[in-house]
Each structure stands twice: as C-alpha cells, then as structure tokens.
Nanobody, 123 residues
Framework: QVQLVESGGGLVQAGGSLRLSCAAS????????MGWFRQAPGKEREFVAA????????DYADSVQGRFTISRDSAKNTVYLQMNSVKPEDTAVYYC????????????????WGQGTQVTVSS
C-alpha cells in the first residue's frame, strides 16, 4: 500500500522560504507522477506543482511559477516543494499526492494522498 507523509510546514513571514517534504513508501515509483496540492479554508483543493518521477517532466500553477520548485531524491523516495518569496495567499494545507501515470493538474486522477501539512504566511 502506497503511503505518503508530508512534513516541513510551519509559520513563515512573507518573502521568506520554506521546504516541504513528502516521503513515499509502499510502491515502485519509477512510473509515478508526484503532485503537490493546497487547500485554503473555504476553498477548493488546487494544483500547485507536479513532476514525473522518471523523466523530470514538471508542471507548475501560474500562481507559483518562478517561486516554487518541485524536486525529488530517488535514494530517499522523497519529493520536495521548495517555496521561495512566499505570500500570505500561499497560506493553506499542502498535500502530496501520487498516481501511476502522467503528470496532471486534475486532483481526482491522483490515487494516493498524504495527510497534509499546514503552511501559514504572515504579512
């Protein structure tokens, strides 16, 4: 059974940086896509970034393009989301997700989800 565990959330000032981690287990991830999504209070869960584990193909939401970077460490089976120049509107619970297939922005196509980690950006 695939399991995802996020960590690294917390409180950060606007303009600062934070790195989220997602440790994956229970699968062979070479054919998988890994995604980051976020959900602010009262809003829909939205796509942030995703990458194909094997090809490094990446996709970013327009709202984070140029500020956030998704990457992975194969040896640790871990995916990261480096968040730079954060803004108060980045405040949300951030979720890691995975699927056996291509990168997609559609959350319903992801099969496995982590429990989420809270990111709060103060102004």
């Amino acid at each position: 059974q695939v399991q995802l565990v996020e960590s690294g959330g917390g409180l950060v000032q606007a303009g600062g940086s934070l790195r989220l981690s997602c440790a994956a287990s229970g699968g062979t991830f070479s054919t998988y896509a890994m995604g980051w999504f976020r959900q602010a209070p009262g809003k829909e869960r939205e796509f942030v970034a995703a990458m194909k584990w094997s090809t490094f193909s990446k996709d970013y939401a327009d709202s984070v393009q140029g500020r956030f970077t998704i990457s992975r460490d194969s040896a640790k089976n871990t995916v990261y989301l480096q968040m730079n120049s954060v803004k108060p509107e980045d405040t949300a619970v951030y979720y890691c997700a995975t699927r056996d297939g291509m990168v997609t922005r559609i959350k319903e196509r992801y099969d496995y989800w982590g429990q989420g980690t809270q990111v709060t950006v103060s102004s």
